[in-house]
């Protein structure tokens, strides 16, 4: 049952940890790792009727990966994250409209500062609390609150109809 679920979801996870900004040998370990601590567990059902779990496990994964080794998982050039928020199964009219939100966006982020750039795609982008980001940063977590509630603003005011950008 474990193999199955492997040659089932191991490419899919291994494209998700690419587009983490993984490098594709750590992304190749961390899907092992995946289903190691899959095995372990008493219970594959629980895997079977989500298995979105074995997303959860890589993302954790990964997450500790970084934190131990402390490498950034995105870089500053946001232009290679974007590029995989497209959805390729819309209709080519949705595609475009889609792209130009994300370049507008994109533009928006490429004119914050660097470090509210920074706090704004590991809240944002990578899911950390303000909290994980403060500590992966080395700065105050009012620091971080500061940063996001800036980027925020400033995405706020660009997206308002009147405004441009």
């Known amino acids: ?17 690419l587009r983490k900004k993984c490098s594709p040998s750590l992304a190749s ?9 899959i095995a372990q567990l008493e219970s594959l059902e629980r895997v079977l009727c989500a298995p979105s779990y074995l997303f959860r496990v890589a993302h954790n994964l990964m997450i500790d990966h970084h934190r131990r080794f402390g490498e950034k998982r995105y870089e500053n050039d946001s232009t290679a994250f974007f590029a995989t928020l497209v959805d390729e199964t819309s209709c080519p009219e949705e595609q475009a409209l889609g792209a130009l939100e994300l370049e507008h966006l994109e533009s928006l982020l490429e004119r914050m500062p660097a470090r509210t750039r920074d706090v704004f795609m590991l809240c944002r982008v990578e899911g950390m609390t303000h909290k994980e980001t403060a500590r992966y940063l080395r700065i105050s977590t009012s620091s971080v609150q500061k940063h996001m509630a800036m980027a925020l603003a400033r995405i706020g005011r660009a997206l308002e109809p009147d405004q441009e950008g």
Do not use: G
């Not at 370990?29 to 601590?37: I, K, S, Y």
């Open 1 to 17: 049952m474990l193999e199955k679920l492997f040659t089932q979801h191991a490419p899919a996870l291994h494209r998700y940890l």
């Open 29 to 37: 370990d961390l899907v092992q790792d995946t289903f190691l601590r």
